[in-house]
């Protein structure tokens, strides 16, 4: 094989479709096409109104139309797609199991399984194999075995290249990359394999940023890399609850340790907690992979990762609670943002989830506004969590696209995401609309404090006393 003309990619979802928007966009001369059995995805990502399109994402909907019917194709053809290929990325959800062995913390590797034999059902000839999708490591062995068993007497050449794009940033980072991680086997034709994956990403990415590594590394790279940032977000969160008890300010703390340039100041923005696909999941699949080896010190290093991130949610809403003189029983709250982080229509694992259930529980009035976000998937995401009946979890909670008419009679407003427009709402009209003590409670500390107390708001800033 000389080079890639045609490529397909299984699974049109957050990663799969801005990834391969990118490289059609980046190689007019490979043809792309991108393939899910969720038709209902598939009629989306080929509507003709940009806003329709599945996945928000700053700058995709002119990348998609750009290349869209010339050399990027959605379909749910997964077999034709398959068969045209030369270069195959799986690139479907791997949840975290919610059964059986594992349950809770390994992956869910069902998906991939299914590709995987779909691909050996389907070829004809050589095909490399590209896992795009979080993998806890050695899933490119099993995706090896079930090819190398089932296949037609095809050669099959199994790559690993884990996607770090964030959500919201997804066009930039793509086009951007710090870095791009390849791993395959040293054997001759892994070599070629990895080398015609990097001349892809070389149309518009230095060869220095292209990382070739083993398979292992590579899948283990990702998790590791979520699990240091992930880190970073529990730690700041620790400091924030201390700050909260003493005079220390979260943000002073922040700028003073992130100038130290060995720790750099990314990633130290004090929150609600954590949300997102990744980094929760990849965090349990280490503290699975590591306790499978009987690394138990290793899996409870990694574990207090996420309880912290759970009390950092939990202690959000508690202090709502205790701040509204311990109950929020009928009281009307406004939610402000429900998905996990700015800029993106997705909610898996959002803060706010967790937040609002444990308010429900107190028989709060839930008000929901998120830009992008909305009322099927917010109520798709309270019943998911089974802690009442769906008519219950309606009844209780709400969601409107008008934030300035939610607010009329409230008595307090949360803000679970850091929406920009958020900053330009008229605070001052926000106040009038609302009971007094007009209560607000900022998760993602996104306003001034001083202006509020003046304007009369009670507010409360993660990480300041
Ligand atoms: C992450 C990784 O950044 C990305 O490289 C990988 O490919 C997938 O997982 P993503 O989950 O899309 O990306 O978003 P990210 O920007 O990492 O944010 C994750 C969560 O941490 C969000 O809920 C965000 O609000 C929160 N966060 C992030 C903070 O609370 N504080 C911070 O300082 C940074
Ligand atoms: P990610 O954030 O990793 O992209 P998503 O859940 O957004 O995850 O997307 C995964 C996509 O993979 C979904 O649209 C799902 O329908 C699709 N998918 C899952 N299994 C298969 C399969 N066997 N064949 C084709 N598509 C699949």
């Not at 959800?93 to 913390?105: A, E, I, L, V």
């Not at 590394?217 to 970073?232: H, I, Y």
């Not at 996990?340 to 008000?367: C, G, M, W």
Request: charged share 25%; with cysteine; glycine share 6%.
């Amino acid at each position: 094989m000389k080079k890639i003309s045609n490529i397909c990619c299984i699974g049109a979802g957050y990663v799969g479709g801005p990834t391969m928007s990118v490289i059609a966009h980046k190689c007019p001369d490979v043809k792309v096409t991108v393939v899910d059995i969720n038709q209902k995805r598939i009629d989306l990502w080929n509507h003709e109104n940009p806003d329709k399109l599945p996945v928000y994402e700053p700058g995709l909907s002119e990348i998609v139309f750009n290349s869209r019917g010339k050399n990027l194709f959605f379909s749910t053809d997964v077999d034709k797609a398959i068969d045209e290929a030369d270069m195959i990325f799986i690139s479907v959800n791997t949840p975290t199991k919610t059964y059986g062995k594992g349950k809770g913390q390994a992956a869910d590797l069902k998906f991939i399984e299914l590709c995987a034999r779909n691909i050996a059902r389907v070829a004809t000839n050589d095909k490399i194999v590209v896992e795009k999708s979080t993998l806890p490591v050695r899933t490119a062995e099993a995706i090896k075995s079930i090819l190398h068993n089932t296949g037609n007497n095809v050669r099959f050449e199994i790559l690993s290249n884990p996607e770090f794009l964030a959500e919201g940033t997804a066009i930039e980072d793509l086009l951007h990359a710090d870095r791009v991680l390849i791993g395959g086997d040293d054997t001759p034709s892994g070599q070629e394999a990895k080398n015609l994956l990097s001349a892809v990403y070389e149309n518009w990415l230095p060869k220095e940023r292209i990382l070739q590594t083993n398979v292992w590394s590579s899948e283990l790279s990702k998790l590791v890399a979520n699990a240091f940032l992930a880190q970073r977000v529990s730690s700041i969160n620790s400091i924030s609850a201390l700050c909260e008890r003493t005079e220390a300010n979260i943000a002073e703390v922040s700028r003073a340790i992130g100038h130290d340039s060995r720790i750099g100041a990314k990633f130290l923005n004090a929150s609600v907690g954590f949300g997102g696909s990744c980094f929760q999941k990849d965090i349990l699949n280490l503290v699975y992979i590591a306790k499978s080896f009987g690394l138990n010190e290793v899996a409870d290093y990694w574990e207090q990762v996420i309880i912290m991130n759970d009390y950092q949610k939990t202690r959000f809403a508690d202090n709502i609670i205790s701040t509204m003189f311990n109950t929020v029983s009928g009281k009307k709250i406004v939610f402000y943002g429900w998905a996990f982080k700015k800029d993106t229509n997705d909610t898996r694992e959002s803060a706010a989830i967790y937040v609002a259930n444990l308010l429900l529980e107190e028989q709060a009035n839930i008000v929901v506004y998120d830009p992008q976000v909305g009322e099927e998937q917010i109520y798709s995401d309270l019943d998911y969590l089974g802690t009442r009946s769906e008519e219950e979890n309606r009844k209780l909670l709400k969601v409107t696209t008008d934030y300035m008419e939610a607010t009329k009679d409230a008595h307090a407003i949360a803000i679970l995401t850091e929406w920009d427009e958020f900053k330009t709402y008229d605070w001052n009209q926000i106040h009038d609309n609302m009971l007094k003590p007009a209560f607000v409670f900022d998760g993602r500390r996104m306003l001034d404090k001083a202006k509020m107390q003046e304007m009369g708001f009670d507010y409360y800033k993660i990480g300041e006393s």
